[in-house]
């Protein structure tokens, strides 16, 4: 049971919202909007399924990746991926969808909220390709909101630091945390498959 109880609780809890952020929501792409999505290389998809249990996915490609198609639609192609589907399933029962984009460097992101539907127009697709290769889906994003997030969290963070970067060595390898979490082979099996899949398996 949460401590506050519905929306009029929370506001009062919270306060009164910030004029500007409330007066930020776009109803469609704006420039701004389309220059930060051409620097994007990552960004996070989030999904719900019809009974509103959440997944959030990361997504990355060179900058630009996702496709603007006009002020109100964006493309965002899948590549080669372990066959989950997690994001997709969830909206082909409950199509709201949300995503943040990221790009190095800056402290702010960009939320972009609204309806998503599956593509596989291979056509349509065709202009997503990358090494000649061209995704066999897209999520094709019909845009009801878009507005930037101020950068308090990055910078809580120090995410684009280079002195905060965590060495590598001082967290198991995902072989062996796959490994240990499926009891399906050993860590040097797992360690092995993945590498192979990082260098044969992006796109």
């Known amino acids: 049971m949460s401590d506050i109880p519905d929306y009029a609780?929370?506001?009062?809890?919270m306060g009164a919202i910030n004029p500007m952020a409330e007066r930020k929501v776009l109803p469609a792409l704006d420039?701004?909007?389309?220059?930060?999505?051409?620097?994007?290389?990552?960004l996070v998809l989030?999904?719900?399924?019809?009974?509103?249990?959440?997944?959030?996915?990361?997504?990355?490609?060179?900058p630009g990746f996702v496709q603007v198609l006009?002020?109100?639609?964006?493309?965002?192609?899948?590549?080669?991926?372990?066959?989950?589907?997690?994001?997709?399933?969830?909206?082909?029962?409950?199509?709201g969808v949300g995503l943040i984009f990221f790009v190095p460097g800056?402290?702010?992101?960009?939320r972009v909220n609204g309806t998503a539907r599956l593509m596989t127009d291979n056509d349509a697709l065709a202009g997503a390709s990358v090494a000649g290769k061209t995704p066999r889906t897209?999520?094709?994003?019909?845009?009801?909101?878009?507005?930037?997030?101020?950068?308090?969290?990055?910078?809580?963070?120090?995410?684009?630091?280079?002195?905060?970067?965590?060495?590598?060595?001082?967290?198991?390898?995902?072989g062996r945390i796959m490994a240990e979490h499926?009891?399906?082979g050993t860590a040097e099996e797992a360690e092995r498959r993945i590498e192979d899949a990082y260098r044969t398996r992006l796109y």
């Open 46 to 62: 989030a999904s719900a399924d019809a009974e509103g249990r959440a997944d959030a996915s990361p997504r990355g490609d060179p």
């Open 9 to 13: 609780a929370l506001r009062a809890h």
């Open 182 to 184: 499926t009891r399906v």
């Open 106 to 110: 800056i402290d702010e992101t960009l």
């Open 138 to 174: 897209g999520l094709v994003v019909a845009v009801e909101e878009a507005f930037f997030h101020c950068g308090k969290a990055l910078r809580r963070a120090h995410l684009w630091d280079p002195a905060t970067q965590v060495e590598r060595s001082c967290f198991p390898s995902l």
């Open 70 to 95: 006009d002020d109100h639609t964006l493309l965002l192609p899948d590549r080669l991926g372990n066959n989950r589907v997690d994001s997709f399933a969830n909206i082909l029962n409950s199509p």
């Open 31 to 42: 420039r701004h909007c389309r220059a930060f999505i051409a620097l994007s290389p990552f």
